[in-house]
C-alpha cells in the first residue's frame, strides 16, 4: 500500500492514539503542520479509500482508526528504499551513511552490538 508523505503524518497521529475524530487529528497536527482542516479530511479520506484506515460513525461524526499496522508500513518502505536504492542490500546503505559521516558513534555502538546479536543468534 502505497501511503504519501502527507498521508504518513495522519497516520502517525492514529498510530499513537485511536479512534479519533477528524477535528481531534487537525487538532494533532496542528503543532507541526500547517494545513487546513480541509486538507486533513482529504487526507483521511484518500486513507479510507486505500483501506489504511476505518471510520466507525458516532452520532454525527465520525471515528478514525488504523487498519494498516505501522510495523507493516515500515517494513514495506524500508524494503523499497533498500531495493531502490541499494540493490536490496543493508551493508551498501551503511556505507553510504558512513562515507557521508551520518553515523554518530552512539549510532556505530548500536550496530555493532546489533551484530554481536544476530551472530549469537546464529550459532
Not at 477528524?22 to 483521511?44: F, P, Y
Not at 551513511?97 to 546489533?114: G, M, N, P, T, V
Request: no cysteine; net charge neutral.
Amino acid at each position: 500500500m502505497q501511503i504519501s508523505e502527507a498521508e504518513s503524518a495522519v497516520m502517525e497521529v492514529l498510530w499513537r492514539e485511536h479512534p479519533l475524530g477528524a477535528e481531534d487529528v487537525v487538532a494533532a497536527l496542528a503543532q507541526s503542520r500547517q494545513w487546513q482542516e480541509a486538507t486533513i479530511k482529504t487526507l483521511l479520506n484518500r486513507l479510507l479509500n486505500k483501506g489504511a484506515v476505518a471510520a466507525e460513525k458516532e452520532g454525527r461524526r465520525y471515528l478514525y482508526s488504523p487498519l494498516l499496522k505501522r510495523e507493516d508500513w515500515m517494513l514495506e518502505e524500508s524494503q523499497g528504499l533498500l531495493e531502490r536504492m541499494f540493490g536490496g542490500r543493508v551493508a551498501p546503505l551503511v556505507a553510504h551513511f558512513s562515507q557521508h559521516r551520518k553515523l554518530s558513534r552512539k549510532d556505530i555502538a548500536e550496530l555493532r552490538r546489533l551484530l554481536e546479536e544476530l551472530d549469537d543468534e546464529r550459532r
